[in-house]
């Protein structure tokens, strides 16, 4: 129970709470045992005394009872639920903060179905271990020791008698639960295994229709689905022998006690009032016997849900502010690399002792091969990454010294792959400023050349656009994000310039659009337009994550090496075109 015991650090706040409940479970479980005892007087003020009106007082009693003790049942339930709901709230909101606040190795290390799966399949599990089990085990020890103490009282022949069973019913269900519960596990991991397939399909089913990979699709999902469903049988099976087999016990065990009290009526050592009672009694005491099989199931599956969420919780945000770390303030937008090395795994460098060094309102261009290592370069600036060795500085400082929040508020990043949120356009572009006005809104889109293809849409800046924009094209999306980028207006842009190819008009805005968002800040683009390159004020070419050529595109195309192979190879065909 090691991961479930963390989560009670949780239950801290709810403190008052739990008391509040507590108290109203012992209350209505000792109400719970008192009616036995007042059927008990009633059957023998009927048998023996014959008195009409004190059965009915009986009955009175009994009534006030039910009531009372439905109303604190009532207390109790509601004030469980709201500690167990607000428990999960809690949880909740913690995990997914930290799950944003984890860095980007995190995330590419981690299908996104897993830490779906965390958000709700765990979340279910820990619910229902608080919700029923945890606090159904004081209930259910008290009704234990009460319905015992009860039986002893009235007599302990047949308290034994009424006991005979219970180890019995106890060897059964902890058996069956020891059956169950790794069952339960594996068919809890088939489930993540679905839902994980389906996040996946349904995020690319255009690959899969564009392949015509229906079929096969369908049929490896009903594969998953055919295992879960085995597995789902197989638990029957078990409950199949162990749910009847229960039954069978506890019946077996009320008939031994009857005809024992049976037995004791007829010789006149026991009343028929105290065997009525007893009766009673001995459900009490099979009942919290019976759940305890599926308590331990409860408690390993809510141990499994814990020790998921721990992993995620407690993995270290490695990317996060020191202590003392500074706000940048004004910003001049230098940018120094000193002898830099990264690797996204230990030991496995993709970039090699880079240095490099881009002055205020300078325009860097990053070429290279595909997998030289130019996404990696610029990632460091806005420290989606920290660097295994030297320095990254932003106006001298080192990256890792400024707090996150400050530091990518003055980097603005457009990434190689254009992503959009399902809202209006609007929105989207003001992402990073949700207080930006209209007017701003519009300034930053005609910087991106966005603003009229935007306003050619009959809702203008409110259309909606679907999950990752997915109702705009290709150009549109990626000026947006340029959009996007221009309303934080920073001081330092860097940009991965996707290669999609688009028209030969949409190449011309987007063109424009990034010459525009450069203007007046210190750029690093990666690029691999003509156009781009030629304003750039430098060029770095990147080989193997080693900084292997470096100057203007004049001195480039004269040294003769990687830029000029580059150039006559891809970019010289743009000369006439651009
Ligand atoms: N790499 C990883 N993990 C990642 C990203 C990249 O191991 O999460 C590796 C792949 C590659 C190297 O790092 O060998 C450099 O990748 P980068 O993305 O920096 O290359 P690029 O120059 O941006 O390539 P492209 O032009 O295809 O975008
Ligand atoms: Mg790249």
Request: aromatic share 8%.
């Amino acid at each position: 129970m090691r991961y479930t015991l963390r989560v009670f650090r949780y239950l801290r706040a709810y403190r008052g709470r739990i008391i509040q409940t507590m108290a109203f479970l012992v209350i209505t479980t000792l109400l719970g045992l008192a009616p036995p005892r007042l059927i008990q007087g009633m059957v023998d003020t009927a048998t023996r005394l014959g008195s009409r009106s004190v059965v009915a007082l009986f009955g009175i009693g009994l009534l006030c009872i039910a009531i009372v003790s439905a109303l604190f049942a009532a207390a109790q339930r509601y004030s469980m639920a709201t500690i167990v709901h607000g428990l999960i709230y809690d949880i909740r909101n913690a995990l997914y903060e930290q799950i944003l606040h984890l860095p980007f190795g995190f995330h590419d290390q981690t299908p996104t179905g897993y830490l779906i799966s965390r958000m709700t399949s765990d979340m279910e599990a820990l619910s229902m271990f608080f919700g029923f089990g945890l606090g159904n085990i004081v209930g259910m020890v008290i009704t234990f020791l009460g319905a015992l103490i009860m039986l002893v009282a009235m007599s302990w022949q047949l308290a034994l008698v009424a006991l005979a069973t219970v180890p019995f019913l106890a060897m059964t269900t902890l058996r069956s639960s020891n059956l169950l519960g790794p069952q339960f596990l594996g068919l809890r991991r088939q489930f993540a295994r679905v839902t994980a397939q389906l996040q996946e399909n349904f995020a690319g089913v255009r690959v899969v229709k564009a392949f015509a990979r229906e079929q096969h699709e369908v049929i490896k999902f009903d594969r998953q689905l055919d295992d879960f469903m085995v597995r789902r049988l197989k638990l029957a099976r078990v409950f199949m022998i162990y749910m009847p087999s229960m039954g069978f016990l506890t019946n077996l065990g009320m008939v031994l006690m009857l005809t024992y009290g049976g037995y004791a009526v007829i010789t006149g050592s026991m009343s028929l009032g105290q065997l009525v009672a007893s009766q009673g009694y001995m459900m009490m005491l099979t009942g919290p016997i019976r759940m305890i099989g599926w308590m331990v199931i409860n408690a390993q599956r809510a141990e499994a849900a814990a020790e998921h969420l721990a992993e995620v919780l407690e993995h270290e945000r490695l990317i996060a502010d020191r202590l003392d770390a500074i706000d940048l303030g004004e910003v001049r937008g230098e940018i120094r690399f000193e002898n830099v090395s990264f690797g996204y795994e230990e030991g496995a460098y993709v970039l090699h002792n880079c240095s490099l060094e881009v002055k205020p309102n300078e325009t860097l261009a990053v070429m290279g091969a595909t997998g030289s290592g130019k996404t990696s370069v610029i990632n460091l600036i806005p420290r989606f990454y920290d660097v295994n060795e030297g320095r990254v500085l932003i106006d001298g400082h080192d990256v890792r010294d400024i707090k996150l929040a400050s530091l990518r508020q003055h980097v603005g990043t457009i990434f190689q792959e254009a992503v959009l949120f399902s809202g209006t356009i609007a929105e989207n572009i003001a992402y990073g400023r949700p207080d930006a006005t209209q007017e701003e809104i519009e300034r930053a889109a005609k910087m991106a050349q966005a603003h009229e293809f935007i306003t050619r849409f009959p809702n203008g800046y409110q259309t909606h656009v679907g999950e990752r924009g997915m109702t705009l094209s290709g150009g549109q999306r990626q000026r947006m994000t340029i959009a996007r980028a221009m309303l934080l207006d920073p001081r330092i842009l860097i940009m991965d310039d996707s290669t999609s190819s688009v028209d030969v008009e949409t190449e011309y805005l987007i063109q424009q659009a990034m010459l525009e968002g450069m203007r007046g800040r210190t750029s690093v683009v990666i690029a691999h337009r003509l156009s781009t390159v030629k304003n750039a004020d430098r060029i770095i070419v990147l080989d193997k994550g080693v900084i292997a050529e470096e100057g203007t595109h004049e001195e480039l195309l004269a040294l003769g090496g990687h830029y000029r192979q580059i150039y006559d190879t891809q970019l010289a065909d743009q000369e006439e075109a651009g």
